[in-house]
């Protein structure tokens, strides 16, 4: 099955630097990956999603970037605030309604 | 629009015993799938239903079932609770499926002691 490897598992950033989390995917069949945020003592948030017909997608300070050929994709967050700092989850599947594999999760901290 | 809501938020109970969840989704959504959260394992997918019918599920043993009603609440039973199924188990609903946008609820956190 697929398998979604995240890294760093932990970053810290001082506030207004850039974010930079990457993922790794193994199955070349997967076609939907989404980032979700997850705050403490809720659930996941999506915050950008992106589909394998685009190469990246950007909202406001958020951006994803999907290489295809080398399975992988990032997300990037600029100017980063303290509001920011939250666990972040990547995720692939295949579409058509296969289920999600996640990655194990980078905790983000944003220094003031 | 109300979100997704799940009850109860907190749980505790023995080794053995069964256990039984509940989602509300958002209005109007008729996916409704269910995901175990733990430290070691991280996020899990349990299974996912859609118009009362399961469409997909993971790879947890039959212990672990869910079912969804005309209203598209949906429940999640644990039976014969081992110690390893204590976890955050989040619900999350859908318009249309898994590879859509998932609009996860706070989850509830199961404790077998």
């Known amino acids: 099955g697929e398998n979604v490897e995240q890294h760093p598992s932990t970053l810290s950033v001082q506030e207004g630097d850039s974010a930079v989390i990457k993922c790794t995917y193994s199955?070349?069949?997967?076609?939907?990956f989404p980032w979700y945020k997850q705050e403490l003592g809720k659930g996941p948030q999506l915050i950008i999603d992106?589909?394998?017909?685009?190469g990246e997608k950007k909202d406001q300070r958020i951006a994803v970037t999907l290489n295809k050929t080398a399975k992988h994709f990032s997300l990037h967050i600029t100017e980063t605030q303290p509001e920011d700092s939250a666990v972040y989850f990547c995720a692939a599947s295949k579409g058509g309604n296969e289920k999600l594999t996640f990655g194990t999760g980078t905790r983000l901290t944003i220094i003031p | 629009k109300a979100g997704v809501t799940q009850t109860p938020r907190y749980l505790i109970k023995t080794r053995g015993q069964q256990v039984t969840l509940s989602c509300s989704p958002i209005s109007g959504h008729r996916s409704v799938s269910w995901y175990q959260q733990t430290p070691g394992q991280g996020l899990q997918f349990l299974f996912e239903?859609?118009?009362?019918?399961?469409?997909n599920k993971g790879n947890f043993p039959g212990r672990f079932s869910g079912r969804q009603f005309s209203n598209s609440r949906s429940e999640m039973n644990v039976s014969t609770l081992e110690l390893g199924d204590s976890a955050l188990y989040l619900c999350a609903s859908s318009l249309r499926g898994l590879d859509y946008e998932q609009y996860f609820g706070p989850g509830t956190r199961l404790t077998v002691t």
């Open positions: 992106i589909r394998s017909n685009v």
């Open positions: 199955d070349s069949a997967s076609n939907y």
């Open positions: 239903y859609f118009s009362e019918t399961q469409r």
